[in-house]
C-alpha cells in the first residue's frame, strides 16, 4: 500500500512539475528528493473519440479524398479535352489553308478565262467572218467564171482567124494552143 501513495504522490508531482507555477518555498527537501528520481514520462490521457466527432472527421476526410480524386479526374478530363480541341483547331488550320489555295487557283483560272474570253471570238464574229469568206469566195468564183469566159472568147476569135488565114493562104493551119 505504500507503493501505491508514493505512486501516487510521484503522479501528483509530476502533474504539477508539467505545470507552469511559481515556485513555493514552503516545498520540504523530502518532497524534492522524492521527485528527483527518473520518473519516466506522464502518460497522456486521451480524450474519448466521441461518435459524433469521429463521424464528422470521417465524413470530412471522405469527402476531401472524394474531392481530390474528382479534382484529379476533372483536371485529366481537362487536358484531354483540350488536346483534342487543339488538334482540331491545326486540323481546322491545316484545312482552311488548302481552301485559301484552292480558292486562289480558282481566281487564277477565272482570270485567265477572261482575258482568254476577251481575246476570242464569238459566235456573232465567226458567222460574220463566216459570211465575208462567202462573200470574197463567190466574188473570186465569178471573177475565175468572167476571166473564163474572156480567155475563151480570145480562143474563139484566134481560131476563127486563124480559119479566114488558112482559107485565104490554103496553107496548112498550124495552131497554137494557149
Same mark, same amino acid.
Do not use: C
Given at each position: 500500500?505504500a &507503493? @501505491?501513495?508514493? #505512486?501516487? %504522490?510521484?503522479a501528483?508531482?509530476?502533474? !504539477? +512539475? /508539467?505545470?507552469p507555477?511559481?515556485r513555493?518555498?514552503s ?6 528528493e522524492?521527485a ?11 480524450k ?9 472527421i ?6 476531401s479524398l472524394a &474531392? @481530390?480524386?474528382? #479534382?484529379? %479526374? ?5 487536358? !484531354? +479535352? /483540350? ?11 491545316l484545312?482552311t ?11 487564277a483560272?477565272?482570270k485567265?478565262?477572261?482575258a ?6 464569238s ?6 467572218l ?11 468564183h ?6 473564163r469566159?474572156?480567155v ?8 476563127a482567124?486563124?480559119?479566114?488565114d488558112t482559107s ?11
Open positions: 500500500m &507503493s @501505491s501513495l508514493t #505512486a501516487r %504522490r510521484i501528483s508531482v509530476a502533474r !504539477q +512539475a /508539467s505545470k507555477h511559481p513555493f518555498i516545498t520540504t527537501s523530502a518532497l524534492r522524492a528527483s528520481p527518473n520518473l519516466g514520462v506522464a502518460p497522456l490521457q486521451k474519448p473519440v466521441g461518435g459524433i466527432r469521429g463521424g464528422i470521417g465524413f470530412l476526410f471522405g469527402f &474531392s @481530390s480524386f474528382a #479534382a484529379y %479526374r476533372l483536371l485529366d478530363e481537362y487536358k !484531354q +479535352a /483540350s488536346a483534342a480541341l487543339q488538334a482540331s483547331v491545326e486540323e481546322l488550320q484545312s489553308e488548302k481552301i485559301s489555295a484552292h480558292v486562289r487557283r480558282i481566281e483560272v477565272e485567265d478565262l477572261k482568254l474570253s476577251e481575246a476570242s471570238a459566235k456573232d464574229d465567226l458567222s460574220r463566216r459570211a465575208e469568206a462567202k462573200k470574197i469566195y463567190d466574188g473570186l465569178i471573177e475565175f467564171l468572167d476571166l469566159s474572156f475563151w472568147g480570145m480562143q474563139q476569135d484566134v481560131h482567124l486563124t480559119k479566114k485565104e493562104s490554103k496553107e496548112p493551119p498550124v495552131m497554137a494552143r494557149i
